[in-house]
Structure formats: C-alpha cells, structure tokens
C-alpha cells in the first residue's frame, strides 16, 4: 500500500501514494488499482502513472457504495483506531502517527475479515507464493 499525506487532496497527493506502493510491491501487470471518481484519481497525471507501471486502472459506477465496501471499511477503522484519538500538534507529528499506525499495526498486526482473518502481510505472502507456484 502507498500512502501520502498533505494539506489538500490533490493529483500530486494520489500520484505520490502510487508511485510509494510501486515501488514497494513491484506489481505485475495484472494488478488492478480501484479508486473513485475524484478528480485527483482521474487526473491525467494519476492515470498515466498507473498505465506506465503497467497497472489497470478501475473506477466503480457512480453511487455504488458496494465496489468500495472495503476501502471504507478500512477508513472507517483509521478514523476510530487513530484520527479520533488524538489531536496532532503538526502534519509531521499526524505523518509519523498514520505510519506507524498503517505500516507497523494495521499491516502486520492487525487481522482482517475480508483476507479471511489474515493480516495483510499475511495475506500479501500466501498470495505471492501461490501465484508463483
């Protein structure tokens, strides 16, 4: 997963987050990448990345909360397990905060319904192996 943080969400936020998960996963050319319909993620800067790094971008139909289930799931949990807890001094101090929470808790330690109760490192090796099998 790539993750970015800034005062606004712009093409430059998203395109950032993309290029941080390219280069920690080295996708293959099958991965599909899901977003919604906000400009930032149809920016054409946004979607050039994607098809660069040879990623096959995909947007639901408008209104349908259900291609999104997980991912709002996922903030839903962000904004209970982190944002709401605390009040952050400075955007570096939220930044250390949201990493620690994303790549040392929720990745590694955290259990997940929807990857059948596996972490998602978890999740990410069992996936690779069988696909390299």
Request: include cysteine; proline fraction near 2%.
């Amino acid at each position: 997963m790539g993750w970015s943080i800034d005062a606004s969400q712009t093409a430059a936020l998203v395109t950032n987050a993309l290029g941080m998960a390219i280069d920690q996963r080295s996708p293959d050319g099958d991965t599909v990448i899901h977003s919604d319909h906000g400009t930032q993620f149809t920016s054409s800067a946004f979607t050039q990345r994607a098809l660069d790094s040879g990623l096959v971008p995909s947007m639901g139909s408008v209104g349908d909360c259900f291609d999104n289930a997980v991912i709002e799931s996922f903030w839903g949990r962000v904004q209970v397990e982190l944002l709401n807890r605390k009040k952050w001094r400075t955007r570096v101090e939220l930044a250390n905060a949201i990493f620690e929470y994303l790549e040392m808790f929720h990745n590694r330690q955290r259990r997940h319904s929807a990857l059948g109760m596996l972490t998602p490192v978890e999740f990410e090796a069992r996936h690779k192996t069988r696909t390299a099998a």
